[in-house]
C-alpha cells in the first residue's frame, strides 16, 4: 500500500504560482512513477504531468507545457507540482498517482494508488 497526500492547493489570481506537493507514505517510493491528473466540475479526470520513478523521464499535457513543472525528491518521498502563470482553466482538484512501474503513464487507468486532491482556484 501506498498512501498519498497532496497539499499547497488555494485561491490565487490569474497569473501567480503554485507548488503542489505530494507527500508519500508505505511501500518505497523510489520505485514508483508518480503522475498528477486533475479534475474540474462537470469534467472527466485529465492527466497534467508526470514523471519516472529515476525523475529523468517527464511528459506534461500541451496545456500547461512551459508553465509546469514535475519533480520528485526521492529522499523526502515527494513529487512536486510547480505551476506558473496560472490561468482560470487551471481550477480544479489536483490529484496525485503512484504507478508500480518505472515509466509513467498517461492513462489514469494504469495507476495504481491515489490521493484526496487539493483544490486549485484561480481568480480570473
Known amino acids: 500500500q501506498v498512501q498519498l497526500v497532496e497539499s499547497g492547493g488555494g485561491l490565487v489570481q490569474a497569473g501567480a504560482s503554485l507548488r503542489l506537493s505530494c507527500a508519500a507514505s508505505g511501500r518505497t517510493f523510489s520505485r514508483f512513477a508518480m503522475g498528477w491528473f486533475r479534475q474540474a466540475p462537470g469534467l472527466e479526470r485529465e492527466f497534467v504531468a508526470a514523471?519516472?520513478?529515476?525523475?529523468?523521464?517527464?511528459s506534461y499535457v500541451d496545456s500547461v507545457k512551459g508553465r509546469c513543472t514535475i519533480s520528485r525528491d526521492n529522499a523526502k518521498n515527494t513529487v512536486y507540482l510547480q505551476m506558473n502563470s496560472l490561468k482560470a482553466e487551471d481550477t480544479a482538484v489536483y490529484y496525485c498517482?503512484?504507478?508500480?512501474?518505472?515509466?509513467?503513464?498517461?492513462?489514469?487507468?494504469?495507476?495504481?494508488?491515489w490521493g484526496q486532491g487539493t483544490q486549485v482556484t484561480v481568480s480570473s
Open positions: 514523471i519516472s520513478w529515476s525523475g529523468i523521464s517527464t
Open positions: 498517482a503512484a504507478r508500480g512501474m518505472p515509466h509513467y503513464a498517461i492513462d489514469a487507468d494504469e495507476y495504481d494508488y
